[in-house]
C-alpha cells in the first residue's frame, strides 16, 4: 500500500516540478514541490510498521 | 572547501552504494535517502535554487518515464506470455536444447539475453531471462546476477544503439570513426562476461569447462559486432551477435549428451507448440527491425512526446544549457510502443487460433503492477537524484577530480566514470549524457584521444547498467519471493568492478600502443 501510494505521488511530482520549476520558474512553488518530494522520501525513510 | 565540495557531489552515490549494499535496504529507500542528501548538497554548498533544483528533478521524471514505460510494458508482455504458457513452453525448448547445464547457463544469461538486450534492453533481459535461469535450476540470486553481468556486453549497441548514439551526441564523435574500434574492444568484455557467467553458473570448474566455447563465441561475436559497424549497422550490433552466440552455443549444447539432469525440467508443461510460444518475441524482433526501414521512420519523425527545459545557472555559475526536447518518446524507435503492438497483434492471432485465456489481461494487469510498482519508485528517485548532482555542478567536480589524476590513471578510471554514471541512473544512455561532456573536457585537458576516452566512457557504462542496482530491482520484483536486492548486488557488482578494471587496463594499453 505504502509502495502504491508513493507511485501516485511521483506520479503528479512530474508535473508539479515541471510546471513550477521548468515552465513558471517560481521560487515559491519550486519550493513547494521540492518540499513535497522531501515529505515523500522521508516517508519511505521511516521503518514499516507491518513488517 | 574544494575538499568539501568534493565529499558534498560524492555524497549522494555513497548514500545510494551505503543504503543498498551496507544497510540493505530496498533500492527505493536509498534512492530517496541519495535525493535528499543531493539536494541538500545542492541547495548549501553548490549554490543551487529550488528552481533549479525543481527543473532537474522534472528532467529526472522525464527520463524515468521514457524508461519506465518500456520495463511497463516488457513485465506486461512478460506476464501475458506467462500466463498463456508460451514462456513455459519456450522455456521447454531452450531447456531441451543442451543436456550440459553449464553451456544452457552461458546460452541464457550471455548470449540470449544479450540479443534480448538488442531488441529491447532497459532491463527487459534481466526480466526475462532470469525466470528461464530459474526453470534451469539456478536460485533466484544466481540467476539474476549471471542475467546482469552476462548480457552487459550488449548494453552499449543494445536498445536500437541509444547509448552508442548518445556518447557520439554529447562528445562530438563521428558515430563511423567511433564504431569499429569501440567494437573491437568490446571483443574483452564480450569474453569477460562470458567467464563471469559461467562462474556465477558452475564456479572456477565452470570456467575452465567453458573457457574454449567462450573464446570461440566471443570471437565469433565480437567479430559480426565489429563487421556491423563497418557497414553502419550500430542498431543490430547487439542484436545479431547475441542471435549469432546464441545459435553457436545452441549447435554446440545439442551435440553435448550428459547425464547431468536439469532440476525442474520435468515441471515444465508446456500448453503451445515453440512457434506459437516464441510469436510475441518474435514479432517484437520483427517490428524492431520495421522501425529501422528509414521510410518508417521518417514517416514518424514528428510522432514524439517530450518536455523542453530552460537554461538555468547555480549562484556560484554553473550554467545548464537549454532543452527543446528533453528524453523524447518517440511512438518509433522506443520500443514501448513496439512491445504493446506486439501484445495486441499476439492477442488477434491467439485469439484467432483459440489459443487465448480469458481474464489474462486482467491477471497480467495486476502482476504487472504488483512487480513494477517498487522499481518505478526506486529509478525515479535515483534518476532524479543523478540529474541534481549533474544540473547542480557536481558532477563537474567528479570529473574535475578525476582529470587531476593524470594521464594514465585517468585512462584507467575513464570507465569507471561510465561505471558510476551507469550505476547511479542505470542506464548507459543517462551516463554517456551526463558524463560524456565531462569525460570530453578531461581528454582535452591531458591531450588524451577523445576517441578513446568517449570508448572508454561507453565501454564502462555498459557494464555498470549491467550491474546497477534497478537491474536487481527488475529482476527480484519478476522473480518475486524473498529474494533481496542486496545479495544480488553483492554477487554481482564485484564481475562489474573487476571487467571495468581490465577495460581500463585495455584502454591503457591501446594509448600507450600509439592508436587514436
Given at each position: 500500500m505504502k509502495l502504491r501510494l508513493s507511485l501516485f505521488a511521483v506520479m503528479i511530482a512530474l508535473p508539479l516540478l515541471y510546471i513550477s520549476g521548468a515552465r513558471l520558474q517560481d521560487g515559491q512553488l519550486s519550493t513547494g514541490a521540492l518540499i513535497f518530494v522531501a515529505v515523500l522520501c522521508l516517508w519511505l525513510l521511516a521503518p514499516e510498521r507491518n513488517r | 572547501m574544494t575538499i568539501l565540495r568534493f565529499l558534498v557531489a560524492i555524497a549522494p552515490v555513497l548514500a545510494l552504494l551505503g543504503g543498498i549494499l551496507v544497510l540493505r535496504w530496498r533500492a527505493y529507500r536509498a534512492a530517496a535517502l541519495a535525493w535528499l542528501v543531493a539536494v541538500a548538497g545542492a541547495a548549501t554548498v553548490y549554490g543551487a535554487g529550488p528552481v533549479l533544483i525543481t527543473s532537474a528533478s522534472a528532467k529526472g521524471l522525464s527520463l524515468t518515464l521514457l524508461v519506465m514505460l518500456i520495463v511497463w510494458s516488457a513485465v506486461f508482455l512478460y506476464t501475458l506470455a506467462a500466463d498463456l504458457g508460451a514462456v513455459d513452453s519456450i522455456a521447454r525448448r531452450i531447456l531441451d536444447s543442451s543436456g550440459d547445464p553449464l553451456v544452457l547457463g552461458l546460452l541464457l544469461a550471455w548470449t540470449f539475453s544479450g540479443f534480448m538486450q538488442g531488441i529491447a534492453g532497459f532491463g527487459v533481459p534481466v526480466a526475462i531471462v532470469a525466470p528461464l535461469m530459474v526453470l534451469a535450476g539456478h536460485s533466484p540470486v544466481r540467476s539474476i546476477a549471471a542475467v546482469m553481468i552476462g548480457h552487459s556486453w550488449a548494453i552499449t549497441f543494445g536498445s536500437m544503439g541509444s547509448s552508442f548514439f548518445a556518447v557520439q551526441l554529447v562528445t562530438g564523435v563521428d558515430g563511423a570513426a567511433l564504431g569499429p574500434p569501440l567494437a573491437l574492444l568490446f571483443i574483452l568484455p564480450i569474453f569477460f562476461t562470458g567467464l563471469s557467467?559461467?562462474?556465477?553458473?558452475?564456479g572456477w570448474g565452470g570456467v575452465r569447462r567453458a573457457l574454449p566455447l567462450v573464446v570461440a563465441a566471443s570471437g565469433l561475436m565480437g567479430s559480426l559486432m565489429w563487421a556491423l559497424n563497418l557497414i553502419g549497422a550500430a542498431p543490430v550490433s547487439?542484436?545479431?551477435?547475441?542471435?549469432?552466440?546464441?545459435l553457436f552455443l545452441w549447435l554446440v549444447g545439442r551435440s553435448r549428451t550428459t547425464t547431468t539432469t536439469i532440476a525442474r525440467i520435468d515441471q515444465v508443461t508446456p500448453r503451445l507448440s515453440f512457434g506459437w510460444a516464441f510469436l510475441p518475441y518474435g514479432l517484437l524482433t520483427l517490428l524492431?527491425?520495421?522501425?529501422?526501414?528509414?521510410?518508417i521512420k521518417d514517416a514518424a519523425a514528428g510522432a514524439s512526446f517530450a518536455l523542453g527545459y530552460p537554461g538555468l545557472r547555480t549562484a556560484q555559475g554553473f550554467a545548464v544549457p537549454a532543452q527543446e526536447a528533453y528524453a523524447p518518446i518517440r511512438l518509433i524507435g522506443h520500443p514501448a510502443p513496439l512491445l504493446l503492438l506486439s501484445t495486441l497483434l499476439t492477442y488477434l492471432l491467439y485469439r484467432r487460433r483459440g489459443l487465448w485465456q480469458p481474464g489474462?489481461?486482467?491477471?497480467?494487469?495486476?502482476?504487472?503492477?504488483?512487480?513494477?510498482t517498487g522499481t518505478t519508485v526506486g529509478v525515479a528517485l535515483m534518476v532524479m537524484m543523478a540529474l541534481v548532482v549533474a544540473d547542480s555542478g557536481m558532477a563537474a567536480v567528479l570529473a574535475d577530480a578525476a582529470e587531476e589524476l593524470g594521464g594514465p590513471v585517468y585512462l584507467v578510471a575513464s570507465p569507471f566514470i561510465g561505471l558510476l554514471g551507469a550505476f547511479v541512473t542505470g542506464s548507459n544512455t543517462n551516463s554517456n549524457v551526463m558524463f560524456g561532456p565531462l569525460q570530453l573536457f578531461a581528454s582535452q585537458a591531458l591531450a588524451l584521444s577523445t576517441l578513446t576516452i568517449a570508448?572508454?566512457?561507453?565501454?564502462g557504462g555498459s557494464i555498470g547498467s549491467g550491474v546497477a542496482p534497478d537491474k536487481a530491482l527488475i529482476g527480484t520484483s519478476v522473480l518475486g519471493g524473498d529474494v533481496?536486492?542486496?545479495?544480488?548486488?553483492?554477487?554481482?557488482?564485484p564481475y562489474g568492478l573487476l571487467g571495468v578494471l581490465l577495460i581500463g587496463l585495455e584502454v591503457l594499453a591501446v594509448s600507450l600502443l600509439g592508436f587514436r
Open positions: - | 557467467a559461467a562462474h556465477i553458473v558452475a547487439s542484436m545479431l551477435p547475441g542471435l549469432l552466440g546464441s524492431s527491425l520495421l522501425a529501422q526501414v528509414p521510410a489474462a489481461v486482467g491477471r497480467a494487469r495486476r502482476a504487472t503492477v504488483r512487480q513494477s570508448a572508454a566512457q561507453t565501454l533481496r536486492e542486496a545479495e544480488v548486488m553483492r554477487r554481482a557488482l
